[in-house]
C-alpha cells in the first residue's frame, strides 16, 4: 500500500487523557512530518494537528485509536494524490 498525506485533528477534551495521546503519538512517531499543539486554557481543551505520510491502514489505526479514547475526538482528512 502506498503512503498518502493525511492530518489529523484531534481535540482532547478530558486533559487527563493527553499522556496516552502522546503515548500513541509516539508510538506512529515514525510516520508523522509534523505536529501542531495549541493548549486553550479557557476552555479546558487541547488541539492538535498531526500531519502523517504513511499507508491509509497506518492513517485509520493511529485515527481509530484516538477516537477510542475518553474525551478525545479525531477527523482525518487524506491526500488523493
Known amino acids: 500500500m502506498e503512503n ?31 505536529r501542531l499543539g495549541i493548549p486553550y486554557k479557557e476552555r479546558e481543551l487541547s488541539i492538535i494537528c498531526v500531519v502523517l505520510d504513511a499507508p491509509g491502514d497506518v492513517t485509520s489505526s493511529l485515527s481509530g485509536k484516538l477516537g477510542m479514547l475518553k474525551g478525545v475526538r479525531a477527523k482525518t482528512i487524506v491526500s488523493k494524490a
Not at 5 to 33: K, M, P, R
Open 4 to 34: 498518502r498525506i493525511s492530518v489529523i485533528s484531534i481535540l482532547v477534551e478530558d486533559t487527563q487523557q493527553a499522556s496516552e495521546v502522546n503515548e500513541l503519538l509516539h508510538q506512529f512517531g515514525s510516520y508523522i512530518v509534523g
